[in-house]
């Protein structure tokens, strides 16, 4: 049984009332993890692996009790915090450019500039010489959808505009710029702190480049 499977038995015999209690608890729960995962001095008894699974998850399982409590005649109102996180989730549908970068100390400085074309995501990455390091350009393509569907994934909206971890000085910084067709850029950064689904991103921006990338 899948996962969609599973939450949607689960559902279809509770009440209207005992459905919002869910979307309730559930909401507290993700909004709990994520705040703790957000301030690296908490002690949070997970393993930082850990936070993608439970935190992604309990987002299905709220997603799906939305759903339910429509189903069953329920109104749903967002929050106003999680009005923007539709909000910029709908943004990515006129997503212009997305650059990323990262670099530190003990990190080969790597800049990956993303340009949405007409189907698909034109990706350049680069990574500058650090040491005995060669400076190299490589060039691949992803569908325009994937590409789209991913990074709704990831939430963004839900994302800090800074992470930061004083405990730690000379580990890895980041930076992400996003540019649309319609509305303001949006940055993201981070020293030595990310949030709790980055590597989603950075596989995301090197998704099977060993296969389709071309030297440029």
Same mark, same amino acid.
């Given at each position: 049984m899948s996962s969609e499977e599973y939450t949607a038995a689960y559902f279809k015999n509770r009440s209207k009332e005992e459905i919002e209690n869910d979307i309730k608890r559930l909401k507290s729960e993700i909004r709990r993890l994520?705040? /703790?995962h957000d301030n690296p001095d908490e002690e949070t008894g997970l393993m930082f692996e850990d936070y993608r699974d439970v935190i992604r998850r309990n987002l299905e399982y709220y997603g799906n009790a939305v759903k339910a409590y #429509? #189903? /069953?005649g329920g109104k749903y109102i967002p929050t106003k915090e999680e009005q923007k996180v539709l909000d910029f989730d709908d943004a990515i549908s006129h997503l212009k450019t997305l650059k990323f970068e990262i670099w530190g100390q003990w990190i080969i400085r790597e800049t990956?500039?993303?340009t949405v074309e007409r189907r698909s995501v034109s990706v350049i990455t680069e990574a500058y010489p650090r040491y005995e390091s060669p400076y190299t350009k490589e060039k691949f393509t992803i569908p325009k959808e994937r590409f789209f569907s991913v990074l709704r994934n990831l939430h963004m909206g839900m994302w800090l505009r800074r992470y930061y971890n004083e405990n730690i000085s000379d580990g890895g910084k980041w930076l992400l710029r996003l540019t649309f067709t319609d509305r303001r850029p949006r940055e993201y950064s981070g020293s030595n702190h990310y949030?709790?689904?980055?590597e989603e991103l950075r596989s995301l921006l090197k998704k099977n480049s060993r296969k389709q990338a071309d030297s440029v």
């Open positions: 994520i705040q /703790k #429509q #189903q /069953k990956v500039t993303c949030p709790w689904n980055f």
